[in-house]
């Protein structure tokens, strides 16, 4: 089957495919979990498709595929699985069907269209230029919604702004129902999932499966195997979904929903309570919250919590009544569901008095543009590998891929975080993941899993550098100093451009591409100068630029061929020491007694810069140097652990060495 599929892509054979579909095949078959690391280049989707759809068709059950970005699963659903369906078809002795699956808010929803218009974002409530452009965007909808055959946010180019599109969707919670909806028959999210349920393959994301298997409410169909792609991200994205916010807003639009719906001084109090949140949270402290919830602050949340569980008894039971009036009821009872469940989450966050087991973290943040900032009180859970052992591990086969899984030689930093035990025996080269966290006593119910790292088809000691520039001064937090951008213009002008500078901040992007366009001959684009997409296309059309960027080109950007032979990353990248999710989880480590830092921002920070070196390799031929600035990676004690991170490529901390390896890459680029 295998042949057939490759032959049917266009591909060759390659023997870490073989060996990845020999091992998703046996994990299939005997119900084990599989960690599998595929480098860029094995064909990986191919080695779990196959097997995928052989054990869907074999056992007349649906597997679903998920993955973290848009870009996979259009790669999925639109290249690779027709092209795999109409090899196997002959082999299988009928055609293999999938389908994709989103949540229900991805759809555009035709009764929330047909209804009358509402601007129910507060930020836009008495402003007649945002009301004005909200209606423009709305009547682009209404036109769209007669072309589309989906419905499906994704294929709207240009789309529209998130508080246009929540004027015509839903949430699962502010559905009607099929059969209580007067458009139900024609509701684009109901044939979705309709064709997710007689499909043998479904596409989805992370966020949709974490849905389903956290929230006891099942939005994908029966299913006994999940195949994670991009499995890197599956622990932020989970995290994502679990974390709720509340602000002094949101308490109001509950409040406005109810409008008519309840007694007017039963709305009054709910609208009152979100006063009275907003100005307790602007006198609060900023940051994560160790010692318990302010006194005022637990009062107001108090006020909003009551306040929204008497505006829902006013509501009533659920009863017969006329379309329009049932999707506003509708609407409101998800609201204040929504708003209840989070502040009485935040007011139960701190009963537990052990930090390190505490199951939540709170902090208070800034979100808004300047001179129009909010604050926002934010919940989110300490670990979410509990969660994912229980929900998503318990009750079915799960397959985690990526080209990046090992960090330190192993799998353990990773497959911690998923809620698996540590990986036994230690993989060769593991030694550099000591100084994680352990568990002492092995955990006999925990579930039994396998991991395999089979390699990549490049050979990264002879087709790429590894270059740390270890004379450097340490960073520091005032920007890039005048030696880190000598050393950029040494390099850039050695490789000849076809530079990708990864910046850990779009102040240090911005800062290198304005100090080095008067200084050299090679153009520079800079994320924030245009659309990242057109940015990406112009880098990769000429191979003499240079394109500086931060966090979403880390991973985002797959340009094979000479446009790319240096890859530039400017220092580690630690997360920020005050985030509050990474302050409260290695504080939580140390407490156990492990290496908080090592655990969590070094595991980080490996796996960060193992997708930015990624970037350099694309294709078979592809040469060229990973520059890493920051000379930690070569003297801190933590440096053995994150370079056991990074693709084996020839290293060296000789400027001289790498420089002369740029100007015979550009003069060879330059003769082809």
């Known amino acids: ?159 529209v702004p998130d508080s246009a ?75 994502g979904v679990a974390t709720a916010e509340l602000t002094g807003t949101s308490v109001a639009i509950a409040s406005r929903r109810c409008g008519k719906l309840v007694d007017q001084a039963v709305a009054d109090r709910l609208h009152e309570a979100s006063e009275g949140l907003d100005m307790v949270l602007e006198d609060a402290p900023l940051g994560r919250w160790e010692n318990g919830l302010p006194a005022p602050v637990a009062g ?19 009863r017969r009544e006329d379309p329009e009036h049932a999707t506003q009821r509708k609407l409101a009872l998800a609201l204040l569901d929504e708003v209840t469940e989070t502040a009485s989450r935040l007011l139960a966050a701190f009963a537990e008095e052990d930090v390190a087991k505490r199951y939540d973290v709170v902090w208070l943040a800034e979100q808004g543009p300047d001179g129009a900032r909010g604050r926002v009180l934010r919940i989110a859970p300490l670990s979410v590998g509990g969660l994912l052992r229980e929900r998503l591990f318990g009750p079915r086969t799960v397959v985690l891929t990526s080209a990046t899984l090992t960090l330190g030689g192993s799998f353990d930093a990773l497959a911690r975080q998923w809620g698996l035990p540590a990986e036994q025996p230690k993989p060769e080269g593991a030694q550099h993941a000591e100084h994680l966290e352990t568990d002492p006593i092995p955990d006999p119910d925990a579930p039994r899993w396998t991991g395999l790292d089979v390699g990549s088809p490049f050979q990264h000691e002879r087709a790429g550098i590894l270059y740390v520039a270890k004379r450097l001064p340490t960073p520091g937090r005032d920007g890039l100093p005048p030696a880190y951008l000598d050393e950029i213009a040494e390099l850039v002008t050695a490789a000849g451009g076809a530079t990708l500078g990864l910046f850990s901040s779009m102040r240090a992007a911005k800062q290198a591409a304005e100090a080095l366009r008067p200084r050299l001959d090679q153009p520079i684009l800079c994320q924030g100068d245009d659309a ?36 530039l990353i400017d220092r580690i990248p630690f997360p920020r020491p005050d985030d509050p999710l990474v302050s409260a989880r290695q504080r939580a480590v140390d407490a156990r007694g492990g290496n908080g830092f090592l655990t969590v921002s070094a595991t980080h920070a490996a796996l960060l810069l193992a997708q930015g070196a990624g970037r350099l390799l694309r294709g078979m031929d592809d040469r060229g140097v990973v520059a890493v600035l920051d000379p930690r990676l070569a003297t801190a004690r933590y440096g053995g652990f994150l370079r056991a991170s990074l693709p084996p490529f020839w290293p060296t901390t000789d400027p001289e060495v790498v420089r002369a390896a740029l100007r015979r890459l550009a003069t060879r680029t330059g003769s082809d």
Request: contains cysteine; aromatic residues 4%; negative net charge.
């Open 300 to 318: 107001a949340l108090t006020a909003v919590r009551d306040a929204t569980t008497a505006c829902r008894m006013g509501l009533g039971s659920e």
């Open 165 to 239: 599109w929540r004027q015509v969707s839903v949430t699962a919670r502010e559905c009607l129902g099929v059969s209580r909806c007067p458009i139900g028959t024609d509701c684009f999210a109901e044939r979705a999932r309709h064709e997710a349920g007689r499909a043998d393959v479904v596409v989805t994301n992370h966020a949709l499966l974490a849905i389903d298997a956290l929230e006891n409410r099942s939005v994908l169909p029966e299913h006994d195997v999940v195949v994670v792609d991009e499995a890197h991200d599956l622990v932020d994205r989970v995290t």
């Open 532 to 567: 990242t997409g057109l940015l990406v296309k112009k880098f990769a059309e000429d191979d003499a630029t240079c394109l500086f960027g931060t966090l979403s080109l880390w991973q985002g950007v797959d340009v094979p061929g000479p446009s790319l032979r240096l890859v």
């Open 1 to 159: 089957m295998l042949s057939a599929a490759v032959q049917a892509v266009g591909g060759q054979p390659r023997e870490g495919q073989q060996r990845m579909v020999r091992a998703v095949r046996a994990a299939l078959q005997e119900g084990k979990h599989l960690a599998v690391q595929a480098g860029t280049g094995t064909g990986k989707s191919l080695a779990y498709l196959v097997p995928a759809i052989r054990h869907a068709m074999a056992n007349d059950t649906t597997v679903v595929i998920s993955t973290a970005t848009i870009a996979l699963q259009r790669q999925l659903v639109d290249r690779d699985l027709p092209r795999l369906a109409e090899a196997l078809t002959p082999v299988l002795g009928r055609r293999p069907t999938f389908a994709i699956l989103k949540g229900r808010r991805n759809y555009l929803c035709l009764h929330r269209l047909s209804g009358p218009d509402e601007v129910d974002d507060g930020e836009q409530l008495f402003d007649p230029f945002a009301i004005s452009a909200m209606g423009r965007h709305i009547k682009r909808l209404h036109e769209w919604s007669s072309d589309t055959d989906t419905g499906d946010r994704d294929e709207l180019v240009p789309g």
